[in-house]
């Protein structure tokens, strides 16, 4: 109990930088829901059940679940096609998990990154060979190249059609086994984005557009189940709200763009035991209402899933790699035996997952181990900051690496070892374990030790979809009529996050593919 009020105050605290915007978001949606009472969607004809048995209280032709950055993209294009579309949002706000994220994205050879950043030459095919590689022989390759290559029109689209103005482009962190050429400043920033919170401003300024073209929400409306016909196909929704339980026709489609299973204690336990680390023991930080309800209800009709195992998660105390334009500050990440693991400045999800894997390992915590001499321009702790976090034991500190091992439970030889070890590697310039490339300097004491502690933005892994974001049976067929976009769908991740700027730039291709592919059916 002590665990879930910690981490829910931390939440809390974390939420307020989204608050401005979150309020703006909202303030859109509950007008346009309260303008007839239903939305855009119309009583359905008073008419004999369908041949299910179901009977109908509502319709519309495409039916949106969620109103994430997926949700908002997929009802632009549905609405632009001229369908009726309509967002149902389980909260009493629209944008999801993306209102908390920075709201930035990845893509390669794209005007913008020619004008901010020296990369003049760089392609969609180098940002797809990346992100395969980064998948590790477990994505889709064909979602990952069709994401890759239809990502700049995403940047473009939302500048030249929705007046968002890019300001700036910077790198993600290296991954040490990826071929260096691949890399460059792919991650696009938004007036306005970039931080915390800033994802609301890319939810609003879509979904207004698309309200602007017909497109209509209904917040606090929770989507419960799929009905499909005797062929199989998706043919509507069961839902609930204030006013009570209806069911909702969808004439075209049904677009699942509910996030993944984050708050799912048991799918997560089944599914994607990182996450499930995650939510019972560190600080999940995505909407409370992604709870599996799209995989859910996928799978129930027979929907297969993929990419689970994976989750986006960061060091929320030092921001550790999260950018390749600040250096990691001198410091080595240790286990319980006292020894290094990981590439400690490799981009933070992929040491994450090295951490969550020792944690379980050992049963015990990892630690960022520092020293004084650490405490350099740039480093996320100067003298003054880390004699407050000793003495409110957020950091532990001692004279010798014995000495701190003893504090922190891990093995005092080893520490010491490990220590003089990075030293002397530090001393000639080179990492030649890890193939750490930034950071590399002497750390002397006294010494320093900060518990890791992970900050979640969700797990990943979804319905398994093709192209066309078509939801796929086990057998590899679609099921006619479910589309599913963003972290609702699998596949196109691998078992760690590979940088900013991915989730958001899938939430806008997904859902701009799945609103085109409904409206068309």
């Not at 309020?23 to 939305?39: E, M, Q």
């Not at 880390?386 to 950091?395: I, P, R």
């Not at 080893?414 to 490339?437: C, E, Q």
Request: proline share 4%; hydrophobic share 40%.
């Amino acid at each position: 109990m002590k665990n879930l009020e910690k981490k829910q105050i931390s939440r809390r605290d974390f939420l307020k930088t989204a608050a401005v915007g979150a309020v703006g978001v909202a303030s859109v949606g509950l007008l346009s829901a309260c303008g007839s009472g239903t939305g855009a969607a119309t009583p359905a004809p008073t008419q004999a059940p369908e041949p299910s048995g179901i009977a109908w209280d509502r319709e519309a032709d495409v039916v949106i679940v969620g109103s994430g950055g997926t949700g908002v993209s997929a009802a632009y294009e549905a609405a632009k096609a001229g369908v009726d579309t309509l967002i149902l949002e389980k909260a009493g706000v629209a944008g999801g998990t993306t209102n908390y994220s920075g709201g930035v994205m990845q893509a390669a050879g794209t005007s913008v990154q020619k004008e901010l950043t020296p990369y003049q030459n760089d392609t969609p095919e180098q940002h797809y060979q990346l992100w395969l590689e980064s998948g590790e022989g477990t994505v889709d390759p064909d979602l990952v190249k069709d994401l890759a290559y239809g990502a700049p029109g995403h940047v473009d689209w939302l500048k030249d059609e929705l007046g968002m103005k890019f300001v700036s482009v910077y790198g993600h962190c290296h991954v040490p086994y990826i071929d260096d050429t691949l890399y460059a400043d792919r991650i696009h920033v938004y007036e306005g984005g970039g931080g915390m919170g800033g994802g609301s401003i890319l939810v609003q300024t879509i979904l207004t557009a698309a309200q602007a073209l017909g497109a209509a929400l209904e917040l606090d409306t929770e989507v419960t189940k799929l009905y499909t016909d005797e062929s199989g196909a998706v043919i509507g929704v069961a839902a609930k709200n204030k006013d009570g339980s209806f069911n909702l026709k969808a004439n075209k489609g049904v677009i699942l763009a509910a996030s993944s299973i984050d708050w799912n204690e048991t799918m997560c336990r089944d599914m994607s035991p990182q996450q499930y680390w995650d939510l019972t023991s560190q600080m999940c930080l995505s909407a409370s209402t992604n709870t599996g309800d799209g995989v859910r209800m996928g799978m129930e009709i027979g929907a297969t899933t993929a990419g689970f195992g994976g989750t986006i998660d960061f060091c929320g105390k030092t921001g550790a790699a999260t950018t390749n334009a600040v250096p990691l500050f001198p410091s080595i990440l240790v286990n319980k035996a006292g020894q290094r693991f990981v590439c400690e400045d490799a981009t933070y999800a992929f040491h994450y997952r090295a951490i969550f894997q020792q944690e379980k390992m050992f049963n015990a915590p990892t630690y960022m181990i520092f020293g004084a001499s650490s405490l350099i321009e740039g480093a996320p702790w100067t003298a003054e900051s880390v004699a407050k976090d000793v003495a409110d034991g957020v950091v532990l500190t001692a004279e010798t690496p014995e000495a701190l091992a003893e504090l922190i439970g891990v093995n005092a030889a080893g520490l010491a070892a490990t220590l003089a070890d990075w030293n002397a590697m530090a001393a000639a310039g080179t990492d030649t374990k890890f193939g750490r490339i930034t950071g590399i300097a002497e750390i002397t004491g006294p010494f320093y030790a900060y518990k890791n502690v992970s900050y979640n933005l969700g797990a990943l892994g979804g319905l398994k979809i093709n192209t066309d974001a078509q939801v796929l049976r086990t057998d590899g067929t679609p099921i006619p009529g479910l589309y599913a976009g963003g972290l609702n769908a699998g596949g196109w991740m691998g078992p760690y996050y590979p940088g900013s700027g991915t989730a958001i730039m899938g939430t806008l291709h997904w859902g701009r593919k799945a609103g085109a592919a409904a409206a068309k059916r």
